[in-house]
T-cell receptor, first 115, second 111 residues
């Protein structure tokens, strides 16, 4: 059974803390993605990666960074958490493929609250 | 990027067919149309995708207009488990794997 796992389902942090969200996939996928989901806004892409040590900015990268040191792991980092980063964070992966048809597999999400 | 437009919400009775519309009037010729759904407290999951022809799989059918400016996801017999937010997605031109998710359609299924 293919899987994308995220390190925590729920996380509570304080303003100014450094936060690490971890995502691991077991499908040997080249592509990995981080989204955030907020009510009424749908999913918004933060960062994505096509290969190890490679990263690209998505639509809302401000306040975030990422790390991909191994193919199966993609980390999202909040250098100094702020209350407006309270959100649901979703990780996804897909194989390289062609034509943009490859299915994205999502993790269960991490609900982050910044106090 | 091809922007998609969907109704905010729809309602259906259990065991009846459901037609979920999506407009994508600016879609380019090589962009695929993807549908995902998100069940409560879960990440999104793939439903179906297509380019020009209608598509069927075990979950749903996808009917694509001849001009490709709109499409319809068809659930043939809605069940309570089909209650979810359904996203119609366009593929971003420059990056084969990136999806632009809109707010989606929240489908309620009544027993």
């Amino acid at each position: 059974d293919v899987k994308v796992t995220q390190s925590s389902r729920y996380l509570v942090k304080r303003t100014g803390e450094k936060v690490f969200l971890e995502c691991v996939q077991d499908m040997d996928h080249e592509n990995m993605f981080w989204y955030r989901q907020d009510p009424g806004l749908g999913l918004r892409l933060i960062y994505f990666s096509y290969d190890v040590k490679m990263k690209e900015k998505g639509d809302i990268p401000e306040g975030y960074s990422v790390s991909r040191e191994k193919k199966e792991r993609f980390s999202l980092i909040l250098e100094s958490a702020s209350t407006n980063q309270t959100s649901m964070y979703l990780c996804a992966s897909s194989s390289a493929g062609t034509g943009g048809v490859d299915e994205q597999f999502f993790g269960p999400g991490t609900r982050l609250t910044v106090l | 990027d091809a922007k998609t437009t969907q109704p905010n919400s729809m309602e259906s009775n259990e065991e009846e067919p459901v037609h979920l519309p999506c407009n994508h009037s600016t879609i380019s010729g090589t962009d695929y149309i993807h549908w995902y759904r998100q069940l409560p407290s879960q990440g999104p999951e793939y439903v179906i995708h297509g380019l020009t022809s209608n598509v069927n799989n075990r979950m749903a059918s996808l009917a694509i207009a001849e001009d490709r400016k709109s499409s319809t996801l068809i659930l043939h017999r809605a069940t309570l488990r089909d209650a979810a937010v359904y996203y119609c997605i366009s593929r971003r031109d420059n990056y084969g794997q990136n999806f632009v998710f809109g707010p989606g359609t929240r489908l309620s299924v009544l027993p």
